[in-house]
């Protein structure tokens, strides 16, 4: 049956690929942008775009009237000391909150698994996680309290490293490695959960579809830093990454980068999975992609 989306954030990373999967599913979606002409293409293809900030819970609320789920695509990954993503997460999520309880729809929030401790080889479920609290993830986990506090009905679904062409992930990690500076922790086990966008669209559309509801990991499969940054040097042309100790890893890739590439975190699509609500993509065909959308410039 079609469902009236709102979609906050239609024109990121993550909200214009599930916007196009939505539309493309026959759904009726609401797209909320702070820059309309940024969503063109999306009012081409049949989006509903309205102009407001995910910020602004009067314009919340009145873009949500109507709808039957809401999403929270209005994000950025883990950033250390990023004010601006973490308003998002927290002041932004509490305004969608209200705006479903107000309009009776459900709330889908796109978090992060990157809330999960180091597990060395252990495999990571949402179902049964060790949460860690830290800057860059704190205001992620309060958002996620905030929706299980909440009177709507919610979807959450942790979401592995953004990795495609023209991710900030895939930039970081094939810049590095091209530069020789991408270290390889050799001491301990370091695995990474990489999540293609449009394996997002498709995973959180059919969650959606089938009104589901809990917490969910979205991943498209998971590789070994190692493996993964030695396909990369091998692809580019580089010379193998150094190995080195975790500690001097961490301090060469800085807060940002060591929280990504530095702790094992071996999850997979897991639940979904068990539901026929599988990624399409494995972690050497979401390489290939991003090296070969890489200009001679970079």
Known sequence: MPRRILLAGATGAVGRPLARRLLARGHAVRALVRDPAAAGDLA???AEVVAGDVLDRDAAGRAAE????IVHAAVRGPAVGDEQADRLRRDGTAALLTAAERAGAAIVLPSLVALYADGGEEPIEAADPVIASGPGVDAV???ELATFGSGARFLILRQGVLFAAG??????????VAAGTFPVVADR????PLLHPDDFAEMATTALERDLNGVYDTVSDTVAAADLATAAARALGAPPPPRVGGT???ERLGADG?????VSRRVGPGALATLGIAPARGWEAMLADAVGARTPAQ
Not at 189 to 192: E, F, G, K, N, R
Not at 258 to 262: D, G, P
């Open 66 to 69: 109507g709808c039957d789920h």
């Open 44 to 46: 081409a293809s049949g």
């Open 258 to 262: 060591a929280l990504t590439w530095t």
């Open 167 to 176: 991710t900030g992930a895939a930039h970081d990690l094939l810049g590095r």
């Open 189 to 192: 086990p370091v695995w990474l």
């Open 248 to 250: 001097t890893a961490r």
């Open 141 to 143: 986990q309060e958002a």
